[in-house]
């Protein structure tokens, strides 16, 4: 499976992106998908994820109510929806397939990642 996260770029902080996750194939229909970001020295950290039914969602505190996570896989693909940005969402914003079908959030329940996408938020 091979995953393509798009969307990234640089904002002004209060500003929206929407961050997209294309698979190359189904694989990713019947699994949880999840959002990870990692900024400059700091370790990699879980953002947001969602079940492979998109019935359910788990979210950061840090970015709950702000960020949201969906999915549509009729087109094999997920969506950050990222509005209120703050200089602190900076980061680059992986995407990655869990090896379940819930909405993980630890980093080792996810079995394929993209290459990630640039995020910079500006004050």
């Known amino acids: 499976v091979q995953l393509q996260a798009s969307g990234g770029g640089l904002v002004q902080a209060g500003g929206s992106l929407r961050l997209s996750c294309a698979a190359s194939r189904r694989t990713s229909s019947n699994n949880g998908v999840g959002w990870f970001r990692q900024a400059p020295g700091k370790e990699r950290e879980f953002v947001a994820a969602?079940?492979?039914?998109?019935?359910?969602?788990n979210y950061a505190d840090s970015v709950k109510g702000r960020f949201t996570i969906s999915r549509d896989n009729a087109q094999n693909t997920v969506y950050l929806q990222m509005n209120s940005l703050k200089p602190e969402d900076t980061a680059v914003y992986y995407c990655a397939v869990s090896r379940y079908s819930s909405a993980t959030t630890g980093p080792e329940s996810y079995q394929y990642w993209g290459q990630g996408t640039q995020v910079t938020v500006s004050s």
């Open positions: 969602i079940s492979w039914r998109g019935d359910v969602t």
